[in-house]
């Protein structure tokens, strides 16, 4: 039994910060991509997004934080430690050097916000010169039984992909671990709903999707992809966002709606439009700084 809480704990505590390039062309010097994974999305699975940055001469740093809140809030809603020590040790190498993020459903929104908030000294705003949001943003806040079976489903895959090689007991525990952690969502979502509508906290503070949207300094140059396939983030929540953004007349906002890719598939499904995308958006970032000639 002991074993058994020792292996959930090293599974949920422990994620790794992996920093890679391809050293044979190495161009893209301004920029360093970070790429924030998926909850429950392996390293090998998060590592293939990574690569497409690396081939194109970025340095990446690639991280999946474990899903779960440390805290209240928004600031608190991922542990983000690691990773603020490897950004800040890179910065410090080149303080010039600005950021850009790629960001998969809401555990990566979780984590850049988290790591906006928890660490204000590293200027993660600031230097973010474009965000890439894959089947997300999405808020919580009326928290619905729709969100709630949404939720469900992201522990499911969670738990579910830790079950590998283990034991009976093991497993009774991850289940149970799953069960509590989708009725500790229902309290947190009834209670945060109730602290805005008192007026005893504002929705920025319990919303990373109001948090973005009302932060300022958003980065100019963001990109979408979603579909109404998507179980999990609904994809007429994702739209509000981008068309919110759009207002904005100053960002550039590059967004493709498909109907049938499921959560964090879309690349699997359409490879070379999401492709395609992703050199439109590095196009974007680079005519936002005056790089007008770029062979991507």
Request: charged share 30%; glycine share 4%.
């Amino acid at each position: 039994m002991i074993k058994a809480i020792q292996l959930i704990g090293r599974k949920m505590l422990n994620p790794r910060v992996i920093v890679s390039q391809n050293e044979a062309d190495i161009k893209n010097q301004k920029s360093i991509v970070t790429v924030l994974g998926w909850a429950g999305g392996s390293e090998r699975n998060v590592e293939k997004y990574a690569k497409i940055y690396q081939d194109k001469g970025f340095k990446t740093i690639q991280y999946t934080a474990p899903a779960y809140n440390i805290g209240w809030g928004v600031g608190k809603s991922r542990k983000v430690t690691e990773l603020a020590e490897t950004l800040d040790k890179l910065i410090k190498k080149d303080p010039k050097k600005k950021l850009i993020f790629h960001v998969f459903s809401m555990n990566g929104v979780f984590t850049f916000c988290s790591l906006n908030i928890q660490y204000p000294e590293l200027r993660i705003m600031e230097k973010c010169e474009g965000m890439f949001f894959d089947s997300c943003p999405i808020h919580n806040i009326d928290g619905d039984w729709k969100m709630i079976k949404a939720y469900s489903i992201v522990m499911k895959h969670v738990y579910d992909s830790m079950k590998i090689n283990t034991n009976f007991i093991t497993n009774s525990i991850y289940e149970v671990s799953k069960f509590l952690a989708i009725m500790k969502y229902v309290y947190s979502s009834i209670r945060d709903k109730t602290l805005v509508k008192s007026g005893l906290a504002e929705i920025e503070q319990v919303s990373s999707y109001h948090y973005l949207l009302k932060n300022p300094e958003l980065p100019k140059v963001l990109s979408f992809v979603y579909s109404d396939g998507d179980l999990v983030c609904d994809a007429k929540l994702i739209h509000e966002f981008q068309e919110k953004v759009r207002e904005n007349r100053r960002r550039n906002v590059i967004s493709t709606r498909y109907t049938d890719s499921l959560h964090v598939e879309h690349f699997r499904r359409y490879p070379k439009e999401y492709l395609a995308q992703i050199d439109e958006f590095l196009r974007k970032i680079e005519e936002s700084r005056g790089d007008f000639n770029s062979k991507l």
